[in-house]
Nanobody
């Protein structure tokens, strides 16, 4: 499967952005999908994830209550709605996918990665 992340940009603190991860390939609805981010000089960190089976969602504490992950299987997309953005949310955001992921927060468990989209939040 190939992933394409889009929707990044420049936004003021308190604003909103919606990122989209578009997938090519069949059976994408069965994949577990996660969003990760990497800020300059920092390690990649987990943001949110959604199961392919059942649709359970997972969030990092830092984004809980502000970000919403959802998927539209008919469109082969997984979106990340980001609200109440903070300067600390500034990073390159990546979507990733894999099958039967045990630890949804662990980047090493995802087999497929998109190219990343830059989100810049100005304070």
């Amino acid at each position: 499967v190939q992933l394409q992340a889009s929707g990044g940009g420049l936004v003021q603190a308190g604003g909103s952005l919606k990122l989209s991860c578009a997938a090519s390939g069949r059976a994408f609805s069965a994949y577990d999908v996660g969003w990760f981010r990497q800020a300059p000089g920092k390690e990649r960190e987990f943001v949110a994830a959604i199961r392919g089976r059942g649709g359970s969602t997972y969030y990092a504490d830092s984004v809980k209550g502000r970000f919403i992950i959802s998927r539209a299987n008919a469109k082969n997309t997984v979106d990340l709605q980001m609200n109440s953005l903070k300067a600390t949310d500034t990073a390159v955001y990546y979507c990733a996918a894999g099958f039967y992921i045990r630890d949804m927060e662990a980047a090493r468990e995802y087999n497929y990665w998109g190219q990343g989209t830059l989100v810049t939040v100005s304070s």
